[in-house]
């Protein structure tokens, strides 16, 4: 697994997956800010631009680092970044990565998601030559839970107590996607 030197524009049937910007922190406000959207995050919904800026902050510092790739989802022809996906926690040495992904509420139920996931989850395999996809899912999740399922990931197990986030611990389920079990 190689350190990405640019940063990658993917592209699928309805959606362009580019690069989060300091233009796209309105964006990000409105549909981080809402606690739906946010409940399964790890993180108090958004309370101003400056959280939003923070949060591409972290996108961009990943990247750099190697350590994760985080791109703002849009519809083709709109540019508005609707959502984000990606990869976070590589740990190069071992060709693994765990992936996210998170959605503005007025284009749930849309297979937007699908859509990102699946594009996300084929460049892991076909470009950064991951071995190991993860997902770190909450049992009440139910949504993303489906979503993993759907691309053949397995769930593995209970992690008990994992995360200590938006003060409480949470359980999650661990579930992979190897890169011989991926068929796009």
Same mark, same amino acid.
């Given at each position: 697994m190689t350190k990405i030197a640019v940063f990658p524009i993917l592209e699928t049937e309805r959606l362009i997956l580019r690069q989060v910007t300091q233009e796209d922190a309105g964006n990000l406000l409105t549909y981080l800010s809402d606690e739906d959207v946010m409940k399964y995050y790890?993180? $108090?919904? @958004?309370?101003?631009?400056?959280?939003?800026?923070? %949060?591409?902050?972290?996108?961009?510092? #990943?990247?750099?680092?190697g350590t994760g790739i985080r791109w703002g989802i849009s519809l083709k022809g709109q540019g508005k970044i609707i959502g984000s996906c990606g990869f976070l926690d590589c740990a190069s040495q071992h060709y693994r990565a765990a992936v996210g992904?998170?959605?503005?509420?007025?284009?749930?139920?849309?297979r937007i998601a699908? $859509?990102? @996931?699946?594009?996300?989850?084929?460049?892991?395999? %076909?470009?950064?030559?991951?071995?190991? #996809?993860?997902?770190?899912?909450e049992p009440p999740n139910i949504p993303s839970q489906k979503l993993v399922e759907r691309q053949g990931f397995?769930?593995?197990?209970?992690?008990?107590?994992?995360?200590?986030?938006?003060?409480?611990?949470?359980?999650?389920?661990?579930?992979?996607?190897?890169?011989?079990?991926?068929?796009?």
């Open positions: 790890g993180l $108090e919904p @958004f309370k101003s631009i400056n959280d939003a800026l923070d %949060e591409i902050s972290w996108y961009k510092s #990943i990247f750099e680092k992904i998170e959605l503005s509420k007025e284009h749930w139920g849309e699908n $859509e990102a @996931f699946e594009a996300v989850i084929s460049y892991g395999f %076909e470009q950064m030559n991951l071995q190991r #996809i993860e997902a770190l899912i397995i769930r593995e197990g209970l992690l008990r107590s994992y995360e200590f986030t938006c003060g409480k611990f949470d359980d999650l389920y661990m579930y992979s996607l190897l890169k011989q079990d991926y068929s796009n």
